[in-house]
T-cell receptor, first 114, second 115 residues
């Protein structure tokens, strides 16, 4: 069984440009999470989806960040425009359901904004 | 608010030596606690978790952790470290009921292993 797949693995962009990250969760996993991991820090939850509904996006900076999960499967996280401080690793995770099911993490997308 | 503290940023141990990584949490109710490992360029892998019951939890790769409510701690241990254990280790607490995906992480402890 394939794990959580994220692409691209690495992305370098100039500030003020837009960028998008893509996540394909494990088949059958209804819950999807996006995390932000700054250098030297632990991951921080940005948004959680139950199927196609964003049920917790309180930590998502909505002025420049957006996310979608059309059809309740793949998800895209977008930043527009990117700032230097957005340089970080963006992790996606998925689980079968909200409670009592392990979350599996993808390898992440490392974003560098120059 | 829930929080997790990992006091040690970086630890170096000799191969074959024992290991203990410290984790303290702040949580209002019964905590659901986790330890994850992250190797360079890799995602997070769950080592073990504590929900309830026996306070000594066994995990993968020979790791174990002990939940001590009186000390608000959930320290990770391994009796004999292997060079392949070099990685970053994160302690986490569930931020929503028993959700295993809605997690609050500590800042991590980087483990280096000397030959």
């Amino acid at each position: 069984e394939a794990g959580v797949v994220q692409s691209p693995r690495y992305k370098i962009i100039e500030k003020k440009q837009p960028v998008a990250f893509w996540c394909n969760p494990i088949s059958g996993h209804n819950t999807l999470y996006w995390y932000l991991q700054n250098l030297g820090q632990g991951p921080e939850l940005l948004i959680r989806y139950e199927n196609e509904e964003a049920v917790d996006d309180s930590q998502l900076p909505k002025d420049r960040f957006s996310a979608e999960r059309l059809k309740g499967v793949d998800s895209t996280l977008k930043i527009q425009p990117a700032e230097l401080g957005d340089s970080a690793v963006y992790l996606c995770a998925s689980s079968r359901g909200l409670s009592n099911t392990e979350a599996f993490f993808g390898q992440g997308t490392r974003l560098t904004v120059v | 608010a829930q929080s997790v503290t990992q006091p040690d940023i970086h630890i170096t141990v000799s191969e074959g030596a024992s290991l203990e990584l410290r984790c303290n949490y702040s949580y209002g109710a019964t905590p659901y606690l986790f330890w994850y490992v992250q190797s360079p360029g890799q995602g997070l892998q769950l080592l073990l978790k504590y929900f309830s019951g026996d306070t000594l939890v066994q995990g993968i790769k020979g790791f174990e952790a002990e939940f001590k409510r009186s000390q608000s701690s959930f320290n990770l241990r391994k009796p004999s470290v292997h060079w392949s254990d070099a990685a970053e280790y994160f302690c986490a607490v569930s931020g929503y009921g028993g959700s295993q995906g809605n997690l609050i992480f500590g800042k991590g402890t980087k483990l280096s292993v000397k030959p």
